[in-house]
């Protein structure tokens, strides 16, 4: 939650500044980007967000509360739901699993709601169990918890769109189908059915039903999206961003996928360094006769059905995440039941633990003597094909660059070799909480090397420098997303140069959206005005531009705050 990091470029300050946004115009339905209707996004985490700013003030830390409490939540709810349903040791463990594994913490850097969509589908399916159970003896409020059902299945609606009820729904159907309930009338008396809609649409439906009708027209089906048209709210939410996302038959195709096996693959990293335990899932009991089976078989198809649908998906690395509390509770049960496999894990990760510190180490002495010129952001190489993947910079990365995370090298060397010889002979707990030790000192180093990174990720520096300079009228080159920070820190509109593409693309079509799109033709014509003019720009990027017309503000992370007129003028 502290600063630095700052927000990122990208999607991390385009979600604090949509909130920010949503705060000061009253607004609180249509988010915005510089004026433009930006439709793609459920709404909730903005309201999140904009309500910690109505408290507190609009803070770059204060956009992260949200984000804290989700996490903090998550990390309850599966502890809860592990306890409940396999005892306080299992639970714990799968507490422990959550909380501290790489992908929970490498997907809460960035301002997106899958963690708060995680959270309220683990308690969606903690809620089903106990709504469903027979034995009064075992659960004697089974209504609270359908009730409990109906409303993290609304906010889940509210959180991210269609996939926030389809998951634990389809995993449920799942559920019942393999335990032959599906047609069980007591089972569906007992999810109180008509109800239980009534409720999760009470939630969800009225914001969807207001946004339709600003936003209008109401609703025209065509399974064509192409850029120069507008059909309104409901086609480009549920349409657009839902069905055709889903097919690769989006417009702006703004995003990539990552190919199946890596996004398989994947999870072994996502879950590490619990991963290594996942041998042991498979001698786990499934059968459906007790409390902790059914749990078991529960998370089985919970996980199932997330990484199949996303298989014949496009997808990102962190679509996956609302399965990671199933993955915990397994791994949770797995651990505390013991047995050979999971001494074969420990050992195992004794030795990673070991290969990892020393590759650690030796980089740190290899870049011992390398000079660090400037920020990091020179010592990086450039790979814009990648971007579209959420973890696309890993790939700019060069030997050179390691240089400028010198401190972080070495705490993440002490966490590897600390993890190695918590592991070395200990078994069980003392392992277990050796191991998750180990993680919460890698993630410091992690978090101050994100703050080396932050010339280079944001734009905050520029934002600075164009506060204390004389008064003007901003231009972005490129796009909103690239210098998205700027707008907030300096919480300014702007025209866009050459920006009309991507995310914004399709709400400037919209009846009424403001012209905020230039050319180069326009940007020199304004530029060479009287009035002051300032542009933020990548270096890649100005030499297409006059240099006899640029006067360079500031410098940071290989971007430009240019002015038409000196600054002492």
């Not at 630095?4 to 470029?9: G, H, I, R, T």
Request: hydrophobic share 50%.
């Amino acid at each position: 939650m502290i600063s630095p990091p700052s927000l990122m470029d990208d999607v991390d300050a385009v979600q604090a500044q949509i909130a920010r946004n949503m705060l000061t115009s009253g607004d609180w339905v249509t988010a915005r980007l510089d004026g433009v209707a930006y439709l793609e996004k459920s709404p909730l985490i903005y309201w999140m967000m904009a309500t910690a700013f109505k408290f507190f003030g609009p803070f770059d830390w204060v956009a992260r509360i949200p984000m804290v409490l989700a996490a903090l939540a998550l990390a309850w709810i599966t502890t809860a739901f592990g306890m409940w349903a396999f005892g306080r040791r299992a639970g714990f463990y799968a507490g422990l699993c959550i909380s501290t594994c790489f992908g929970l913490f490498l997907f809460t850097r960035i301002l997106i709601p899958d963690v708060m969509l995680t959270g309220s589908i683990a308690l969606s399916m903690w809620a089903f169990l106990r709504a469903i159970e027979e034995d009064a003896e075992e659960e004697r409020n089974p209504r609270w918890w359908a009730f409990v059902l109906a409303v993290s299945l609304g906010t889940s609606l509210l959180f991210k769109s269609l996939i926030g009820p389809v998951f634990p729904v389809a995993a449920a159907l799942l559920y019942l189908a393999i335990t032959r309930q599906l047609f069980s009338p007591r089972v569906w008396k007992a999810l109180h059915l008509r109800s239980g809609i009534l409720i999760a649409l009470a939630i969800a439906l009225p914001w969807h039903l207001i946004a339709a009708i600003r936003n209008p027209p109401f609703f025209q089906f065509t399974m064509r999206s192409a850029p120069g048209e507008y059909h309104g709210f409901l086609w480009f939410y549920f349409i657009n961003e839902q069905l055709l996302r889903f097919l690769n038959m989006r417009y702006p195709r703004d995003y990539d996928t990552v190919p199946r096996g890596l996004f398989w693959g994947f999870h072994l990293l996502w879950l590490f360094p619990w991963s290594v335990y996942f041998p042991a899932i498979a001698r786990l009991q499934f059968k459906p006769t007790d409390r902790a089976g059914k749990t078991r078989l529960l998370a089985l198809c919970w996980t199932g059905f997330i990484l199949v649908f996303f298989t014949f998906s496009t997808t990102q690395e962190y679509y996956s995440m609302p399965c990671y509390p199933a993955l915990a509770l397994l791994l949770g049960s797995a651990m505390a039941a013991g047995g050979n496999w999971i001494r074969y894990g420990t050992r195992v990760l004794c030795g990673i633990f070991v290969i990892a510190g020393v590759t650690v180490l030796t980089l740190y002495f290899l870049v011992w003597n390398l000079p660090t010129p400037g920020d990091i952001s020179a010592a990086l190489s450039s790979n814009p094909g990648a971007y579209k993947l959420s973890l696309g910079h890993m790939e700019d990365l060069t030997i050179a660059s390691f240089a400028y995370l010198r401190r972080p090298l070495l705490v993440a060397a002490l966490a590897f070799f600390l993890g190695a010889a918590g592991t070395f002979r200990a078994t069980g707990q003392r392992a277990f909480l050796a191991i998750s030790l180990m993680a919460i000192l890698f993630f410091q180093a992690a978090r101050i090397a994100m703050a080396a990174f932050d010339p280079f990720l944001s734009s905050r520096p520029l934002a600075n420098a164009l506060i204390n300079a004389p008064a003007g009228k901003l231009i972005v080159d490129h796009h909103y997303y690239s210098f998205s920070s700027v707008f907030f820190y300096t919480n300014r509109t702007a025209l866009l140069l050459n920006g009309r593409f991507n995310n914004l693309v399709y709400g400037s079509y919209a009846p009424g959206a403001p012209n905020v799109f230039i050319d180069d033709a326009e940007w020199k014509a304004l530029w060479q005005s009287p009035d002051r003019y300032y542009l933020v720009i990548t270096e890649k990027a100005v030499g297409r531009l006059d240099p006899q017309l640029l006067t360079v503000v500031a410098k940071s992370g290989g971007k430009l705050l240019l002015t038409n007129h000196p600054v002492n003028q």
